[in-house]
């Protein structure tokens, strides 16, 4: 297909064709993707190869032709759709804030504070047993006292340094207190 005015008999110009057969490629088009701005792009894209391959177009069979490029570029925006996944509008930073690092800052202390205030023997305790992950009984012998007082005093380390991480109770008690 020649692309100047003076086209050899038999053949017919590139406006020619798309102004008889755009409107008709659109429509199908719309008809296919129920979208607007996708079918002026699959219009736009079909004219555009059918330029790239006027060599080889058969006018009788054109529009044909012109339709299988449309419903293939569809196809192709379709399966690039699904490989393609939505953006998050609401999207939160991982990172806390400064008020929650500010917050998180002071629980820290508060409990670091309170773990200062147990006695040593309930400190070894829980930290054996909550940083060293030492059973019951290897932590009753190394500290010489029973299983059984060494389950209490860790229950309630630990129910002391929860009791720190609440506002309420940093607030209520004095933490830097020695015993």
Do not use: C
């Not at 199908?28 to 060599?55: C, H, K, P, Q, Y």
Request: no cysteine; glycine share 2%; hydrophobic share 45%.
């Amino acid at each position: 297909m020649d692309a100047s005015a003076e086209s050899p008999p038999g053949k017919a110009t590139f406006s020619a064709l798309y102004r008889a057969y755009a409107a008709d490629v659109r429509r199908f088009a719309l008809f296919l993707s129920g979208d607007r701005s996708l079918a002026d792009d699959i219009v736009s894209e079909t004219f555009i190869r059918m330029w790239n391959a006027r060599a080889r177009v058969d006018l009788t069979t054109v529009k044909a032709y012109l339709f299988a490029i449309a419903r293939n570029l569809y196809l192709q925006e379709r399966r690039q759709a699904r490989r393609m996944s939505p953006i998050e509008i609401d999207v939160s930073d991982p990172q806390p804030d400064a008020q929650q690092q500010m917050q998180s800052r002071l629980e820290l202390r508060a409990v670091l504070d309170a773990l200062q205030a147990l006695s040593e023997v309930d400190r070894s305790a829980v930290l054996m047993r909550a940083d060293a992950g030492m059973p019951y009984e290897e932590i009753a012998r190394t500290l010489g006292i029973s299983v059984a007082a060494v389950k209490v005093k860790v229950h309630r380390a630990r129910l002391k340094l929860a009791a720190a991480r609440e506002p309420r109770a940093s607030a209520n008690t004095n933490p830097r207190r020695t015993p």
